[in-house]
């Protein structure tokens, strides 16, 4: 069965190369898939330089938590890490927006620059 999803990419360190890795990644398990452009925004809620965003839509077979598993893998791969994320240095943010028609993240849904994104799809 597949579920339609919204993926938002966030990144403040190399950030082209980031999201770009991040969006190939995710379009190995996403069929019709679809990237915004990246966008550049200030950060909110840590002090950090801005940040490049994007949004990744598309259908997947994956389950919720397998895709969730995935998108930290993605991360990871990125070169995320806790040492870099207390330090306000974010390689890759990648998450599950929406999932099957499920808003899971409704108060990053509502940030101007998601909607802005998402419009582009």
């Known amino acids: 069965m ?3 999803v919204i993926i938002a990419l966030g990144s403040n360190c190399n950030g082209q190369a980031n999201i770009r890795r991040a969006a190939a990644m995710l379009g ?3 069929s019709n898939c679809r990237c915004s452009p990246i966008l550049q925004t200030e950060p909110l809620g840590i002090v950090s330089p801005p940040f490049l ?6 259908s997947t077979d994956f ?3 397998t895709l969730e598993r995935y998108t930290k893998k993605i991360e990871a791969a990125c070169g995320r890490n806790a040492a870099d994320n207390a330090a306000g240095r974010i390689a ?3 998450d599950i927006l929406v999932y099957g028609g499920r808003l899971l993240r409704p ?3 509502q940030r101007e620059y998601i909607q802005k994104l998402v419009k582009t799809l």
């Open 2 to 4: 597949q579920h339609e």
């Open 28 to 30: 190995r398990v996403l």
């Open 53 to 58: 965003n994007a949004v990744i839509a598309g």
């Open 63 to 65: 389950s919720f938590s």
């Open 92 to 94: 890759a943010d990648v």
């Open 107 to 109: 108060a990053d849904w």
